[in-house]
Structure formats: structure tokens, C-alpha cells
């Protein structure tokens, strides 16, 4: 081991267990699905290096997709865990370890979404991933509505804009502030496009006017932030290892609020159970107050949050040897009680509106405006 390797060691974080009580649940499918996505990514040619081959050729993309969306036939599913795949090699091979310029980036994201836009239209000379994302559009038409295709379009672009500006952050010299981080981050995460297949993968299409309910957007982006943050939290031990990536909740909130590495780790926690809360507590309204459809939208939006965690608990991808004197194992990976059970906003403007959703007095649910 060298000596980078041992400081980076030395820089992890013991592992905390994660608060969501929301029920697990996992496709039937979960094996061959894994087995058909493996198989189609490798013909891919997604990455060149046989060592990321072999990397994300264990990350389970079955096991995921099957524990977020346990629900749906095992074509769009399969199609769902694909998607997943191309991300993940996205991320790794292009985004992170390459670490390109917000220019380089903005040309390839650019690309991908000429291709997702306007699958028809063959590019010679393309990426790998701009052409396998042109399969999965095209793909898609099978099972999806004109509506659902515009949806799952632009939330394309979210994600790639969030690409874009992530890749800025990563050239620029320090750390951006706590509350660009949280806009940028459940941007770049990829969830935008994730959540808008749901409806897709499990039959369902969600009314317009629905979606733009204030309280079922802010559910969509509190699932964006807390799949983002509960990243943050299990994987930052493995990024730092192999990337030497710092561009996380906890060093933002490290840097921000100059302190200790561990005490960033402590309010990362109570941020992300305070966020949880809120989740529950708006999702019972919704669930109280809407159609069939959006009822279903916004309990599969805790299904999600709640596989991610199943799926990461076992996922080897972010297995690295455990910092001095600790154990590579965690005690456990639940928790029973949030940190921090206060129900009041965070102190950041960017989402300080998702408490604005709430009811005061449980009564009556409010209605869009």
C-alpha cells in the first residue's frame, strides 16, 4: 500500500446505519435480470479497461433495479437496469476518474442528449455512451407515452446539466458552498431520469397536474437528495480510496462549517434523518389526498429510497478495507430512531420550501395554487 493510500485510510469514516422506515421490497426477477443487463453492457463496450469492467460488472444492476422498482414485467425492467448500468460507467469512466473540464463535458452531455432527443439520427463517430443511451430511447417508445418519453427527456437534461456544473466543481480550487452542493448534487446523482421511469416500468401514468403539485415536487426532489446523501454516506470511504474525491456532504460540511471531520459526519446524519422526516410526513398527505395514480407515484418514490439502501448494504462495489481500528463490517446498517427528530426546515434556501408543503395542523391538505 503507499503512502496516499494510507492517508486516505486514515481519512475514512466508520460506517453509520441509516433511518427509512419504509418497507423493503424486491423483484422475483432480480437475478436474470442482473444476468441480461451484464451481459448487454459488456457487448456495449462501455469502458475499455478490463479492471472498470470487471468493477462494474459486480455492482448488481439487477439487484438494484429490482429493489427500487419491485414492480413491472421483466422488459422494462431490464431496460430500467441497463439505464443503471450506463450511468454508472458514465460516472466512473467519464465523469470521475477522467475528471474532464466543464467544457469537455458540456460537449459530450450535449451529445448524449442529441441522442436521446433525436434518436433517429445517427451520429457517426459517437461514444459508446451516447450511442447505447440512442438504443435505450428507442427502447423506450415501446412502453412509454409521448408524455412519459417528453418527461423522461428532459429529466435527461437535468442530470446533464448537473454533469456539467459537478465537472466545474472538481477544477475548481476548494469546495463550493453547502447549499450549491445540495442543488448540484441531487441533479448529478442521475435520479431525475430514474423517478421518471417508475411510472413507465409499473404501467401507471401520473396526471400533469399532479406532478406539478408543489408537495409531489418537493417529494421528488427530497427522493433525488436523500438517494444523494445516503450516497455521500456509504460511499465516501470508497471514493476517497480510489479517486481521492473529497466532493461530498460531509467535507462540504467540513469545510463550511470548520469542523472536525467526524462532527460533519454527526450533522450530515441529523440532516439526512431531519429530510426523512419530512418525507413521511408529506408523503401521508399526498397519500391521504390524491388520485389513484399519484398515490402510487409517491409510495414507489419511498420504495425507491428504501431499495437503493437494500441494494448498497450488499453491493461490493463499495467494500474497501476499514480504517485503523475499526471493523470492515458494520454493527448494523438500520436504525430505529432518526438523529434528529425536530421536523424543523434546514437553513438552506434551496430547499427550504419543502416545508412550506406541510400542514400546520394535519387538517385539510392544501392544494396547488
Known sequence: ?????????????????????????????????????????????????????????????????????????????????????????????????AQPSAGQLAQETSRIMRAVEAPGAFVPGESRHAASLRELRQELETYATPRQLRRWVDAMRVYTSGLVWEAQCRRSPGLPSLDDYVTLWMRAIGMAPSTAMMEIVAGYSVPDEDLEDPRVRALTEITWTL??????????????????????????????????????????????????????????????????????????????????????????????????????????????????????????PTIAWWWDQLEPDHGTVRRAA
Not at 74 to 88: D, G, I, N, R
Not at 305 to 318: E, K, Q
Request: hydrophobic fraction near 40%; include cysteine; glycine fraction near 6%.
Open 1 to 97: 500500500m503507499t503512502v496516499a493510500s494510507e492517508h486516505r485510510l486514515i481519512q475514512q469514516l466508520p460506517h453509520v446505519p441509516f433511518y427509512c422506515p419504509v418497507p423493503a421490497a424486491v423483484h422475483p426477477a432480480a437475478r436474470v435480470l442482473n444476468e441480461l443487463t451484464v451481459d448487454w453492457m459488456l457487448r456495449q463496450q462501455l469502458d475499455s479497461d478490463p479492471e472498470q469492467r470487471r468493477r462494474l460488472a459486480l455492482c448488481d444492476f439487477g439487484g438494484l433495479t429490482a429493489s427500487t422498482m419491485p414492480y413491472g414485467s421483466l422488459a422494462p425492467l431490464t431496460l430500467m437496469a441497463k439505464f443503471h448500468a450506463v450511468l454508472f460507467s458514465l460516472d466512473d469512466g467519464v465523469c470521475d476518474e
Open 227 to 348: 438517494v444523494s446523501w445516503d450516497n455521500d454516506l456509504y460511499s465516501r470511504n470508497k471514493e476517497l480510496l480510489r479517486a481521492d474525491d473529497d466532493l461530498n456532504l460531509i467535507d462540504v460540511l467540513r469545510h463550511e462549517l470548520g469542523c472536525s471531520t467526524q462532527q460533519a459526519l454527526e450533522r450530515a446524519v441529523e440532516m439526512r434523518d431531519r429530510v426523512m422526516i419530512l418525507f413521511l410526513r408529506l408523503r401521508a398527505q399526498v397519500l391521504r389526498d390524491g388520485g389513484a395514480e399519484v398515490r402510487r407515484y409517491v409510495h414507489d418514490l419511498g420504495q425507491f429510497v428504501r431499495g437503493h439502501l437494500d441494494w448498497a448494504s450488499r453491493c461490493p462495489r463499495y467494500t474497501v478495507p476499514a480504517p485503523p481500528g475499526t471493523s470492515a463490517r458494520p454493527a448494523s446498517w438500520w436504525k430505529h430512531r432518526p438523529a434528529d427528530e425536530s421536523g424543523e426546515p434546514l437553513p438552506l
